[in-house]
């Protein structure tokens, strides 16, 4: 159900399992991450962290446990950050997301979902 309607959004939407896959990302998205969902789906978050190297806005890396879809899915805990990523396409991102888990019955773990845009100022 969450598939269907994020494909229906025109904000870019990423879906990861609980431990850590992408598994979705609504064609919105594709040209945030500069690839199409097809070249990079199941690529772990560790895979995808090095890929983008997330930094804050002085340069600095960010942890990869205090990436706003680690925190989600880690922690149980929405988050929201700012920071800057290298596209697949090369192209330096500036970028706002929020993330959070995604629980279903009987406090089932499922992963969390994110959605990313791209900072205009």
């Known amino acids: 159900l969450l598939r ?5 959004l025109r904000m870019p939407i990423v879906m990861v399992e609980p431990d850590g896959r992408l598994v979705y990302c609504n064609a919105a998205a ?3 991450l500069g690839r199409p969902l097809a070249q990079i789906g199941g690529m772990p978050l560790p895979e995808w962290y090095d890929a983008f190297q997330p930094s ?3 340069g600095s890396l960010i942890k990869r446990e205090d990436h706003p879809l680690n ?13 800057f990523f290298r596209a697949l396409d090369g192209t330096k991102r500036g970028i706002e997301g929020t993330a959070f888990p995604l629980v ?3 406090s089932r773990h499922l992963g969390a979902v994110g959605i990313f845009w791209e900072d205009a100022g």
């Open 30 to 32: 594709e040209p945030l």
């Open 56 to 58: 804050d806005a002085d």
């Open 71 to 83: 925190v989600a899915r880690t922690r149980l805990q929405p988050c929201h950050r700012r920071f």
């Open 104 to 106: 279903g019955q009987c």
């Open 4 to 8: 269907r309607l994020a494909g229906r």
